[in-house]
Every structure is written in structure tokens, then in C-alpha cells.
């Protein structure tokens, strides 16, 4: 059988300080792809030194960075991981494994903060309402809207998400729930960013994602797409 290959897409927005530590430990004959959405420290060019496929996208948003990796991905399943040191990318090995064994459609990381401010209270207190109206609306019973994913590319592709905000991963569950995705969650240690963090890392900012994913749960249902697990008859 043909290997399973894998990209994994970073979001990455003046993460230089971040990015050696994280394509350090992307894993082996994996392909790293850094989104550049905007950085002035120099980022895009340090990790294109290290080794990551850079794509530049102008249009700022997490989401639009999400999608803009997701669209010049290749292999045959695409993760996703936060580019500020705060999740381990090497830990991707077991969720691409999962998806590629038929184990389930998508794989989510279900963030276990270990250290001081690694999560700050108002951006955690968002979280659990948001991830208590996941519940509510997909009857998936998850933890957390945490950005360390694994699914494969074509079926992402198939979702046709369109939010470019940070409603982008709400999106992606959403719509996978909708369209019966076996979907998994799995516990991932959760450390202090390097930087400071360009969403949740103030109430305003937390305000917003929680604002650009409340509307993303207020939309109708859309057709069924196929997960395309890959799985034998």
C-alpha cells in the first residue's frame, strides 16, 4: 500500500521566537507548512530557513491562514497545531495514525494546561461556554474547541468551511458533526505561549472568538460531506 503522507499547517503571525522549538519537533518526513499572515519580526523567513513550506496570506484572520495552509496542502491528511510553542506538534503522530487506520474522521485536542498562565482564566472561561454549546448543537461530547486537528485533506476540502475569523475550527466540527464524522477527542498538554497571543490573550480578544463562533453556531446545516476515512468495506 502507499504510505500515508502528512502536512501539518501552522498559522503563524510573529511567531519567530516560537518557530524553532515547533518545527523542531514536527515529525519525521512530515511536511511543515507556515502560513504567514502578516508578520513584520521575520518569521516567514526564519521557517523557510529550518525547512517549512512558507504560504503567504494577506488577508488577516486565523481562519484565513487555516485555509490558505489547508488549500496548498498536499498529502493525504492535514493537521493542524498553534504555532506559539504552546502545543507539541510531535504529538500529531498518534492522531494522523487514528485518521489514517480508519480510527475515526477527526481527530481534536483536548488542551491539559500544564504551567503558570498557560491558559488564562477569561480566555478558558470562553472556551467551556463555547464548547458547552458545541454540545448542545452537535450532540458530540467534547471538551474543548482546541486548534490541534487531524483529518484527511479531501474531506476537509469537502466541508467547504467559509468562516475566516476565529470561528474557522468551531467551523470545521461543526459541519464534520453535521455530516456524521466520527470525531475523537484526545487529552494534550497545554504550555505558556512564547509572545504574547493575538486572540485570547485579553477579554477583548476573547470577546471576539467567542463572538465570531456564536455565529457560527446560529448557522443552518449544511449538506452531508463524506469523510472519506479511507476504511476497507
Known amino acids: 500500500m502507499k504510505p500515508v503522507t502528512v502536512d501539518v499547517v501552522l498559522p503563524c503571525l510573529n511567531e519567530?521566537?516560537?518557530l524553532p522549538w515547533v518545527l523542531a519537533r514536527i515529525p519525521a518526513g512530515w511536511?511543515?507548512?507556515?502560513?504567514?499572515?502578516?508578520?513584520?519580526d521575520g518569521s516567514a523567513a526564519l521557517a523557510r530557513d529550518l525547512g517549512a513550506t512558507v504560504v503567504r496570506e494577506s488577508r488577516r484572520g486565523f481562519g484565513a491562514a487555516c485555509h490558505a495552509g489547508l488549500l496548498a496542502a498536499e498529502a493525504d491528511i492535514v493537521c493542524f497545531c498553534d504555532c506559539d510553542a504552546s502545543l507539541d506538534p510531535g504529538l500529531l503522530a498518534e492522531f494522523a495514525t487514528t485518521v489514517a487506520d480508519g480510527g475515526a474522521d477527526l481527530v481534536l485536542g483536548r488542551r491539559?494546561?500544564?504551567?503558570?498562565?498557560?491558559?488564562?482564566?477569561?480566555?478558558?472561561?470562553?472556551?467551556?461556554?463555547?464548547?458547552?454549546?458545541l454540545r448542545r448543537r452537535t450532540g458530540l461530547r467534547l471538551h474543548?474547541?482546541?486548534?490541534?486537528?487531524?483529518a484527511r485533506r479531501e474531506a476537509l476540502l469537502a466541508l467547504e468551511l467559509t468562516d475566516r475569523r476565529s470561528g474557522y475550527p468551531l467551523q470545521m466540527v461543526v459541519r464534520?458533526?453535521?455530516a456524521g464524522w466520527r470525531?475523537?477527542?484526545?487529552?494534550?498538554?497545554y504550555l505558556p505561549r512564547a509572545g504574547k497571543s493575538k486572540v485570547t490573550g485579553t477579554w477583548r480578544g476573547t470577546w471576539q472568538a467567542v463572538r465570531d463562533m456564536s455565529r457560527v453556531l446560529a448557522e443552518p446545516p449544511v449538506g452531508r460531506a463524506a469523510p472519506m476515512s479511507g476504511r476497507r468495506p
Not at 470525531?183 to 498538554?189: A, H, I, K, L, Y
Request: no cysteine; proline share 8%.
Open 16 to 18: 519567530a521566537e516560537a
Open 31 to 40: 511536511r511543515a507548512v507556515v502560513v504567514d499572515n502578516g508578520s513584520d
Open 112 to 133: 491539559r494546561p500544564r504551567g503558570r498562565g498557560a491558559w488564562p482564566a477569561h480566555a478558558r472561561a470562553g472556551n467551556l461556554a463555547l464548547a458547552h454549546m
Open 144 to 150: 474543548d474547541l482546541g486548534p490541534m486537528r487531524a
Open 176 to 178: 464534520a458533526a453535521d
Open 183 to 189: 470525531v475523537r477527542e484526545v487529552d494534550v498538554p
